[in-house]
Nanobody, 125 residues
């Protein structure tokens, strides 16, 4: 399974960005997917997740009401719409996949099955 994340960039505080993560590979199918981020000198933290069906989502408290996670029609792509960005959102953002598809447990980075490469988001004040 390969996960490819893209869409990062430089944006001013209050602006928006949309990240995408595309999954491929014969082993992929039926995964819940999520986004994590890691700022310099900090541990990787959970941001948002969505189940395979798309019916269930979860968010970190720090992004609730500002970020929205969704899946594409083909289920193999996940989007993270980030609005009202703040300087503290600056980080490298990673997408991850977790079995089973309707996973409802803790989104601990150590439990993820697959990782994509990061895409950098910088929010200037």
């Amino acid at each position: 399974v390969q996960l490819q994340a893209f869409g990062g960039g430089l944006v001013q505080a209050g602006g928006s960005l949309r990240l995408s993560c595309a999954a491929s590979g014969r082993a992929f199918g039926g995964c819940a997917m999520g986004w994590f981020r890691q700022a310099p000198g900090k541990v990787r933290e959970f941001v948002a997740a969505v189940t395979w069906s798309g019916r269930s989502t979860s968010y970190a408290d720090s992004v609730k009401g500002r970020f929205t996670i969704s899946r594409g029609d083909a289920r193999s792509t996940v989007f993270l719409q980030m609005n009202s960005l703040k300087p503290e959102d600056t980080a490298v953002y990673y997408c991850a996949a977790k079995y089973p598809g309707e996973y409802s447990g803790n989104w601990d980075y150590a439990l993820m099955n697959y990782w994509g490469q990061g895409t950098e988001v910088t929010v200037s004040s």
